[in-house]
């Protein structure tokens, strides 16, 4: 079964600091994996995904992930962190099945950015 | 471009009640799924439609959820009756149609539901 795995359930970062945010991945194939963000009281919004090609991903609002197929780990990461990046962070993969399709979720990462 | 709506925000009911919940998706989206996250768990799906048809409906629960998609457009889920282990927020998410199967889900704001 394909699964993520988020092993960090909170990161602390002062701002102006770059930031990681890990996601390990066990998958039969290839892999597709992205990265969503809920901001409080929002919904999710996308970031970037990996489905083919170079191993690092840029996204949005500075974001950009390493795809490491040796270490099956798919982390996200930033420069430079703000305080208005604080909020819960996922890793997915995407399952694919003749058609069947779904994304399976890591339980979540909750990045605070202190000034 | 508006992005994929939900309706209600917030829900309290209480037990062995019913409620709807709407998902309208991006427009042109034939894909719609809806997900749900549980008492602060991972979220998880719940099923997938292609237009009007149910095409994965795995991860449904149980028989009391039952959801439809009339004309291929907007989505609804109603749970009925609602017990307290249904509580947790429901995200709906909407995607295009391509050969490419790796298309990019787009998600609502999900609506949060309490069963009291």
């Known amino acids: 079964a394909q699964s993520v795995a988020q092993p960090e359930d909170q990161v602390n970062v002062a701002e102006g600091n770059p930031l990681t945010v890990k996601c390990t991945y066990s998958v039969s194939g290839n892999p597709y994996l992205f990265w969503y963000v809920q901001y409080p009281n929002r919904g999710l919004q996308f970031l970037l995904k990996?489905?083919?090609?170079?191993?690092l991903v840029k996204g949005s609002y500075g974001f950009e992930a390493e795809f490491n197929k040796s270490q099956t780990s798919f982390h996200l990461k930033k420069p430079s962190a703000l305080v208005s990046d604080s909020a819960l962070y996922f890793c997915?993969?995407?399952?694919?099945?003749?058609?069947?399709?779904?994304?399976?979720f890591g339980t979540g990462t909750r990045l605070l950015v202190s000034p | 471009e508006a992005g994929v709506t939900q309706f209600p925000s917030h829900s309290v009911i209480e037990k062995g009640q019913t409620v709807t919940l709407r998902c309208d998706p991006i427009s042109g989206h034939d894909n719609l799924y809806w997900y749900r996250r549980v008492m602060g768990k991972e979220i998880k799906f719940l099923l997938h439609f292609v237009k009007e048809s149910k095409q994965d409906e795995s991860g449904m629960p149980n028989n009391r959820f039952l959801a439809e998609r009339t004309g291929g457009t907007y989505s609804t889920l109603k749970v009925q009756p609602a017990e307290l282990e249904d509580s947790g927020v429901y995200f709906c998410a909407s995607s295009q149609w391509t050969d490419l199967y790796q298309e990019t889900q787009y998600f609502g704001p999900g609506t949060r539901l309490l069963v009291l």
């Open positions: 997915a993969v995407l399952t694919l099945n003749t058609g069947f399709q779904k994304l399976v």
């Open positions: 990996y489905i083919t090609g170079d191993n």
